[in-house]
């Protein structure tokens, strides 16, 4: 079974600081893997998506690795700003039998401070 | 803007009652899914559903049950709500077909569930 975590359980930083999210899973058959944002009490909306042949996608500030042999995925953030603040997922979309299913870590909680 | 929605968006109701969450999307999107989100477990899938035909249990379908009406449409049903049935629930939608970033997942607004 999947097993997805992400350290640090929650951040807070000060506004222009540079930043690393971690995400690490059990198994390394994946399909693809995906950062999303919550705000509260809101829906997820997604950031980057990596294919499992891909090793990073960038998407403006943000910027994420995948390394499938280690099961570890990065999520970094440059320059970040209080509107960064959120709570981040990392997802992990299965492969083979159980294609397209993903499962979620637990988030991680980033506060950024002006 | 092509998007998913979700309804109701709060909903309280008493142990034992019958409730439908629905799920529209525009995207045109041939795969659905049902999640709910709990403190400390993180999003966890009920069901999904990879064409109308097509329906197939999630991690934590006991107490649920869905019906795909139509490509646009998922409802998720609890057919006698009890309390730990509590939580936000989110539909989604992918799309295999969409070049670059394939089968990306989009969520909806998402419902909140209070079984008293």
């Known amino acids: 079974k999947q097993e997805v975590t992400q350290i640090p359980a929650a951040l807070s930083v000060p506004e222009g600081e540079n930043l690393v999210l971690n995400c690490s899973f059990t198994d390394s058959a994946i399909y693809n893997l995906q950062w999303f944002r919550q705000d509260p009490g809101k829906g997820l909306t997604s950031l980057l998506l990596?294919?499992?042949?891909?090793r990073e996608q960038t998407s403006g500030r943000l910027n994420a690795s995948l390394d499938k042999s280690s099961g570890r995925s990065t999520l970094y953030i440059a320059a970040s700003q209080p509107g960064d603040s959120a709570t981040y997922l990392c997802?992990?979309?299965?492969?083979?039998?159980?294609?397209?299913?993903?499962?979620f870590g637990q988030g991680t909680i980033l506060t950024v401070h002006p | 803007d092509a998007d998913v929605t979700q309804t109701p968006r709060n909903r309280i109701t008493k142990t034992g009652k019958r409730i439908m969450l629905e799920c529209s999307q525009t995207?045109?999107?041939?795969?659905m899914y049902w999640y709910r989100q709990d403190p400390g477990l993180g999003l966890r899938l009920i069901y999904y559903s990879f064409d109308v035909k097509d329906i197939n249990k999630g991690e934590i379908s006991d107490g649920y049950s869905v019906s795909r009406q139509a490509q646009a449409k998922f409802s998720l049903s609890l057919e006698s709500a009890i309390p730990n049935q509590t939580a936000l629930y989110f539909c989604?939608?992918?799309?295999?077909?969409?070049?670059?970033?394939?089968?990306?997942?989009?969520f909806g607004p998402g419902t909140r569930l209070t079984v008293l």
């Open positions: 989604a939608t992918s799309d295999l077909r969409a070049s670059g970033r394939i089968d990306e997942q989009f």
């Open positions: 990596i294919q499992s042949s891909q």
């Open positions: 995207k045109g999107h041939d795969r």
């Open positions: 997802a992990v979309a299965a492969g083979g039998t159980s294609y397209g299913k993903l499962t």
